[in-house]
């Protein structure tokens, strides 16, 4: 039996992309997994069925990650159904490409609000539930050092985020508690895929030396990594998984 089984993990943002790849691994590899989503139930109840069809077993739980009351109902209702949380991982987050002189207030706004106040709600929330030996898995990019024009907005989110996961890794000292933070490349999710000509997919994906895009399940992999015994000496990182691209 895996050192895993019957541990709860909770993966925002859960009901599409990688979030959904991570959900469904994290199931397999025995967690109790509380699948979070904004808007999308079908897609949300579907991911579900198909983890407790494979004998996996979660919840499907609604929230807007912006809202920090949304999030404690969250939290309570992964305690109310599994016993307590052991992983917490932030995926949920919007892109939106545009010149920094044409980012509009709203938008900027809600970018911050999403990436930054909501991944601050979860990690607080994380911070005081997650059991001993758990961890926190927060989501960068990195795009922050390839420097892109349209991504400065979305990079200084993450930019954020990073100094959040690197701060409440010192912060959660003596709980054994490890906080951590991923930060793809490319990945050929619809997201990333959405609007891009042929050409534009072609030149990201040979931006590293491994000239291809990133696929959810390469980035499932270091999540699986991080969340299992194997990872437990990582903590206060950044991991950029991107094939060398930076």
Known sequence: MSSTTGKVAIVTGSSRGIGAELVVRLARDGFKVVL???GNAEAANNILAAIKAAGGDGIAAQADVSDP????AMFDAAESAFGGIDVVINCAGILTLAKIEDFD????DKAMAVNVKGTFNA???AAKRVRKGG???NFSTSVIGVRLPTYGVYAATKGAVEALTSVLAQEMRGREVSVNAVAPGPVATELFLHG????LIDHMAKLNPLERLGQ???IANVVSFLSGPEGAWINGQTIRANGGMC
């Not at 009351?69 to 404690?72: I, N």
């Not at 891009?196 to 050409?199: D, G, I, L, R």
């Open 123 to 125: 990690c607080r929330e």
């Open 105 to 108: 207030d709203a938008t900027f």
């Open 196 to 199: 891009k000509s042929p050409e």
């Open 69 to 72: 009351t949304a999030v404690k």
């Open 135 to 137: 961890r926190i898995i």
């Open 36 to 38: 979070n989503y904004s």
């Open 216 to 218: 959810t399940n390469d």
